[in-house]
DNA sequence: AAGGCAGCCTGTAAGC
DNA sequence: TGCTTACAGGCTGCCT
């Protein structure tokens, strides 16, 4: 839920809200998803917020960071005032200007983990390349699928250690625009449908970075909604925008729909 | 080795 | 009407 483009703007937004502050108290956390050794290194300064992959890292000036998953149902709010707590609540940070940055998650899969530089090398050295970066180029997204010739191109999409980002909404919504079927073995691919779908990664997530995300369920950044659930033509849909019925499979343990006219 | 899938959790919607 | 069941989904860890 929380993909690429969610992450990203959520990440934005914290950095200009909390870069540079101090943390100075931890209190009413939930010890099942958020490191209790926070309390020990308090008060601490936050150098910076930044994204890898799915994950938010805040980075401590103590040479430790904030490794952050918000999984499907976490979400962050910042209060400069009036802060009240609220159902889901898993950590309240309270920051040296007298304002409160909240955690909450509802299905509770998400964590605040606290570790140190190397702690951190080693977790995002198993993500795969990042999409919207130079390093993704068509060239290395070749590469890649040359690997797992046999794999299914939805569940290739959606492996975080070969593109870090993409989840169930953006691989679906990426390969309708690409006309191509979810089911597909890579290796029935030719090479103007892997450039055709190259092109939609970068497009359809720099379009949904540039909408803030999309609002499906219960993700809000930490300013509101997104906009880009505006412009999904089949998650979730009964008729895709040409006007055919979508049809929903379950396809590696998840909800998945497509258009069988327009992907082949 | 690598692919498949249960389990984690809880709210919502569908089914009986 | 009210209970039960299915589903949502990212990721880990176990199993084959």
New binding site residues.
Partial sequence: ???LPEVETIVNQLRSKIKSKMIISLEDFDS?MVDTRIKDILPVKIENVFRR???IIIELNNGHYLLT?L???GYFQHFNKNYSKE??LVAKFGLNDGSVLAHYS????GSIKLVSSNELEV?LS?LGVEPLSKQFTLEHFNELLLK?Q???IK?FL?D?SLIAGI???YAIEVLYLSGIDPQRKIISFSSPEIKKLYNQIKKVLQLAVEKKGST?DNYVHVEGSGGYQNLLTV??KKVCPKGHEVK?I?L????TYYCPECQR
């Avoid at 509802?106 to 899969?109: A, E, S, V, Y």
């Avoid at 590696?252 to 909800?255: A, E, T």
Wanted: charged share 25%.
């Fill in positions: 839920m929380p993909e099942s992959g799915k994950s998953h999984r499907m149902t159902p889901f509802i299905r509770k899969f977790v198993k797992k046999k794999s299914v569940s959606m975080q989840g169930n909404i499906v998650y979730g929903k379950n590696g343990g998840r909800g």
